[in-house]
């Protein structure tokens, strides 16, 4: 079993930056790609970021394509997203997810999930 545990979301106004953490226990997440995903109120779970188990597979939704970056600190069992420029229609809940095939998708294939933390951008 894998848990994982999102944290770092809250209310800011557009523009400014915010870093997501998800740290994972149960299982090493130095074995697993990583992602976040994401959910808008009334939407459908949308793909945001991943990460492959060796970090050299890097993948981004062209929406946030160049403005936030995911990463991960396998000495610490998490995985980041950095969120840069954020706009308003980037409000939503964020999930992080844990794959324990090591290759990353951006499809919601993913094996774990976290509670999600909520991002909320005004404008």
């Known amino acids: 079993q894998v848990q994982l545990v999102e944290s770092g979301g809250g209310l800011v106004q557009a523009g400014v930056s915010l870093r997501l953490s998800c740290v994972a226990s149960?299982?090493?997440?130095?074995?697993?790609?990583m992602a976040w995903f994401r959910q808008a109120h009334g939407k459908e779970r949308e793909f945001v970021a991943a990460?492959?188990?060796?970090?050299?597979?890097?993948y981004y939704a062209d929406s946030v394509k160049g403005r936030f970056t995911i990463s991960r600190d396998n000495a610490k069992n998490t995985v980041y997203l950095q969120m840069n420029s954020l706009k308003p229609e980037d409000t939503a809940i964020y999930y992080c997810?844990?794959?324990?095939?090591?290759?990353?998708?951006?499809?919601?294939?993913?094996?774990?999930w976290g509670q999600g933390t909520q991002v909320t951008v005004s404008s």
């Open positions: 997810a844990a794959r324990i095939s090591g290759v990353a998708s951006i499809t919601p294939t993913y094996d774990y």
């Open positions: 149960g299982r090493t997440v130095s074995s697993s790609a």
């Open positions: 990460i492959s188990r060796t970090g050299f597979s890097l």
